[in-house]
């Protein structure tokens, strides 16, 4: 029964993504991947930070390797949020520009602020 039913219906039944495909759901999987690597990096460094003040924190900061691990971070948190921010405004406001122009603007204003306090933290 179920069978006789799939093989009536041709791939024109199924919803089709208009706007992105595949190489954007990759990149939403990969994204996924490197954050859960990123946030496990980010939890042990955390917790090997616990108690010993401003100066370790800071010292922590200005090691490169550390640096460019929370810059990395933070670049993907924010492509991350705005891909996903943008599939949502697809779905439901598919004709609004404005809202992906604000999605956009959002996603560099917070780049350009978490990055510019890493840029601070290393430099003090």
Request: net charge positive; aromatic share 14%; charged share 15%.
């Amino acid at each position: 029964m179920v069978d006789s039913y799939l093989r009536q219906r041709s791939s024109k039944d199924w919803k089709k993504s208009e706007k992105h495909g595949a190489g954007e759901w990759l990149a939403e999987r990969w994204t996924s991947v490197a954050l859960i690597v990123l946030t496990g990096w980010a939890l042990w460094s955390a917790f090997g930070l616990m108690n010993q003040g401003y100066e370790a924190a800071l010292a922590f900061v200005k090691a490169p390797v550390n640096a460019g691990l929370m810059a990395l971070t933070f670049v993907i948190t924010v492509w991350h949020t705005y891909m996903g921010l943008n599939a949502n405004l697809l779905d439901y406001f598919p004709n609004s520009r404005a809202l992906k122009l604000l999605n956009l603007l959002f996603c560099l204003v917070l780049l350009a602020a978490a990055l510019s306090g890493l840029f601070l933290a290393f430099k003090a």
